[in-house]
């Protein structure tokens, strides 16, 4: 399964419709059709919707199959992501480049995100499966 399914199987059981999710939360109804069809949100956007869902973002994601697998805040911290990902880099006693290597992350992105840009939520997700640490973690909206 993926996102888009993942999201259209939620839709259908709170038995709520894309336009009235978006409402409801706050996005732009293009947005959520974008998403059906594919597409993936931004941090912002997918944080919405898992509060919406009240679920976490590896079970938005598809990483993992239950929706509140570990305890998670409604509000995320995109400011610890990178001394959380450098915590994890030394944790696995292995370089940036490495993980840049292996998950084919351009050079200059831990130049970005250590000027405080924070990765798309497909590079998360990657992270996330690389390290064992979930989505939430990543991005303070979770402490494990």
Known sequence: MNFNLRLKELLDEQEISARKLCEQ????????????????????????????????????????????????????NAGLFFKRYTDLLRLNKISHYKVGKEL????STFKKWQSGCIPKIETLTKLSKYFGYSIDYLVGRSDT
Do not use: R, W
Not at 104 to 107: A, D, Q, S, Y
């Open 25 to 76: 939360i706050g996005i732009d109804h293009t947005s959520i059709y974008m998403y059906l069809q594919g597409g993936y949100p931004n941090l912002e956007n997918a944080v919405k919707i898992a509060n919406y869902f009240d679920c976490t973002l590896n079970f938005l994601f598809c990483i993992d199959e239950l929706p509140n697998q570990y305890k998670f805040f409604y509000e995320y």
């Open 104 to 107: 084919k992350l351009g050079n």
